[in-house]
């Protein structure tokens, strides 16, 4: 009885690990179809309109779900509001509009590459905090993930650095990956007797209300492009896919693994991205796209082993 006990202890442990990498890799996908989204529209539907109708969506697709339990809790969410405000600042508005306006002037691959950095931020930071202890295989993890984001943002050339001539999408994109890191730290500890879906529609609430004003702003300057029905579709699909379905999964996966081994769908991101940017926009990594990406994931490796 104690062999079969093991043996059935042992298939439930694999059976487990599988549905584990499942969903982190389900997850993954989602989130990059924010990217491939973005670069496919590129130029065509402005960026804070696309994050703020993405975010709304959401925020009111959610409501009906949440809004009882956000009532009932409202004593205890009403003092933490302000670190609602920060992390829907973090995880929405900077890895909304500022991606979306990264794929007018980068690559899809390149916004994926520099995103996939952020396992290796998130321990730096948490370890700064006192929330992970790190050792000198770790600390060096850090210093390879830089070198990898580094060769990325120059693009493998020592003109660039020499010309501090950085593409502006590069740039935008470093921003949106040090914000999905602070997000990433934040997400659970800002509301931590709040649900999932509660706590996702008050950080999608956050991130409307500030793409709010930009929006606006592209509306009065071309309101053609922000109303039209290809544009309506876009924003539909982002709230359901990159949206609902991926926030709330990670919210799922950070509830289980905790934040900073949930931050390694990351891990995961760089391949479905450079796959789906194959498959969608016809783009093909370069030498200093592999080798920079080999950097990054090797570091998450050195940074998350045992």
Same mark, same amino acid.
Not at 141 to 157: D, E, P, Q, T
């Given at each position: &009885?104690?062999?079969?006990?093991?043996?059935?202890?042992?298939?439930? &442990?694999?059976?487990?690990?599988?549905?584990?990498? !499942?969903?982190?890799?389900?997850?993954?996908? /989602?989130?990059?179809?924010?990217?491939?989204?973005?670069?496919? +529209?590129?130029?065509?539907?402005?960026?804070?309109?696309?994050?703020?109708?993405?975010? /709304?969506?959401?925020?009111?697709?959610?409501?009906?779900?949440?809004?009882?339990?956000?009532?009932?809790?409202?004593?205890?969410?009403?003092?933490?509001?302000? /670190?609602? %405000?920060?992390?829907?600042?973090?995880? &929405?508005?900077?890895?909304?509009?500022?991606?979306?306006?990264?794929?007018?002037?980068?690559?899809?691959?390149? !916004?994926?590459? !520099? /995103?996939?950095?952020?396992?290796? +931020?998130?321990?730096?930071?948490?370890?700064?905090?006192?929330?992970?202890? !790190? +050792?000198?295989?770790?600390?060096?993890?850090?210093?390879?993930?830089?070198?990898?984001?580094?060769?990325?943002? $120059?693009?493998?050339?020592?003109?660039?650095?020499?010309?501090?001539?950085?593409?502006?999408?590069?740039?935008?994109?470093?921003?949106? &990956?040090?914000?999905?890191?602070?997000?990433?730290?934040?997400?659970?500890?800002?509301?931590?007797?709040?649900?999932?879906?509660?706590?996702?529609?008050?950080?999608?609430?956050?991130?409307?209300?500030?793409?709010?004003?930009?929006?606006?702003?592209?509306?009065?300057?071309?309101?053609?492009?922000?109303?039209? %029905?290809?544009? $309506?579709?876009?924003?539909?699909?982002?709230?359901?896919?990159?949206?609902?379905?991926?926030?709330?999964? $990670?919210?799922?996966?950070?509830?289980?693994?905790?934040?900073?081994?949930?931050?390694?769908?990351?891990?995961?991101?760089?391949?479905?991205?450079?796959?789906?940017?194959?498959?969608?926009?016809?783009?093909?990594?370069?030498?200093?796209?592999?080798?920079?990406?080999?950097?990054?994931?090797?570091?998450?490796?050195?940074?998350?082993?045992?």
């Amino acid at each position: &009885m104690k062999h079969l006990d093991s043996k059935s202890g042992t298939a439930s &442990m694999h059976s487990s690990a599988v549905l584990a990498i !499942i969903g982190f890799i389900v997850v993954a996908c /989602m989130f990059s179809t924010n990217i491939i989204v973005a670069r496919a +529209n590129a130029g065509e539907i402005p960026s804070f309109s696309l994050a703020f109708f993405r975010w /709304m969506t959401v925020a009111f697709g959610l409501v009906p779900f949440a809004v009882r339990e956000i009532r009932e809790k409202w004593s205890v969410i009403s003092p933490r509001i302000t /670190m609602v %405000a920060v992390a829907g600042f973090c995880g &929405m508005f900077l890895c909304g509009g500022p991606v979306y306006a990264a794929a007018v002037t980068t690559t899809g691959i390149n !916004i994926g590459l !520099i /995103m996939a950095a952020t396992p290796v +931020n998130v321990f730096l930071i948490a370890w700064c905090f006192g929330l992970e202890k !790190i +050792n000198p295989i770790q600390l060096l993890s850090v210093v390879v993930a830089l070198a990898g984001v580094a060769l990325i943002l $120059f693009r493998g050339s020592l003109e660039t650095l020499a010309s501090v001539n950085f593409v502006p999408g590069d740039i935008l994109a470093l921003i949106a &990956m040090l914000g999905w890191t602070a997000y990433n730290l934040l997400e659970l500890r800002a509301l931590p007797g709040v649900s999932t879906i509660s706590r996702t529609c008050l950080y999608a609430a956050t991130g409307a209300a500030f793409s709010l004003p930009l929006c606006l702003r592209e509306a009065w300057q071309d309101p053609q492009a922000v109303f039209s %029905a290809h544009a $309506f579709l876009t924003y539909l699909f982002l709230a359901v896919v990159p949206g609902i379905g991926a926030y709330a999964g $990670f919210a799922l996966l950070g509830a289980k693994f905790g934040s900073v081994r949930a931050s390694l769908i990351t891990y995961v991101m760089p391949i479905s991205v450079v796959v789906l940017s194959i498959l969608f926009l016809g783009e093909g990594p370069t030498v200093y796209h592999i080798v920079g990406g080999l950097l990054i994931l090797a570091a998450v490796w050195l940074s998350v082993r045992r």
